[in-house]
């Protein structure tokens, strides 16, 4: 399969669990599936990670797509070279999309997962922040690994 299906299946993903967050959590506001560590907690996040930039709407729009679209412009010569370069792109692409389309059709973010440590809170996530960490996880792993294989300093 190709990169295209693989991010539209991600970001189906994504937007399968937002749905299911607004219509079944939103009502009861917070789940507990593990107690004092990790809840289902219903979140509308107007900023981008962690909240900052609250407001600044059309920037994280025009953020998100002039990424994606750089992304996209220069993928052969950003992932190309590097060992899970496909997945790369498909986890940034596909997270990228999922919280993009959020941000157009609702104005905010639907986060839902929520892991604490006593009143210590990480800050509220989903399925697209998920897959946008691990692809920036895997982009620095993966060049890193590159770099040292061809002798460039690190």
Known sequence: MRVPV????LTAADQLTKYWAVTRLKPVGSAAVVPGFFSLTYVENHGAAWG???????FLIAFSLLTLGFLLCRRRQLFGPLWGGRITLTLLA??????LIDRIRL?????????FWGRHHFPAFNVADSAICCGV??????????DRKHGHPC
Not at 94 to 99: F, Q
Not at 107 to 114: C, E, K, Q, T
Not at 137 to 146: E, G, K, P, S, V
């Open 6 to 9: 693989f991010v539209a299946l």
């Open 52 to 58: 900052m930039l609250a407001g600044r709407h059309l």
């Open 94 to 99: 596909g997270g990228i999309l999922g919280n």
């Open 107 to 115: 104005n905010y973010v639907v986060d839902f997962l929520d892991f």
């Open 137 to 146: 996880f895997l982009f620095i792993l993966t060049q890193w690994i590159h």
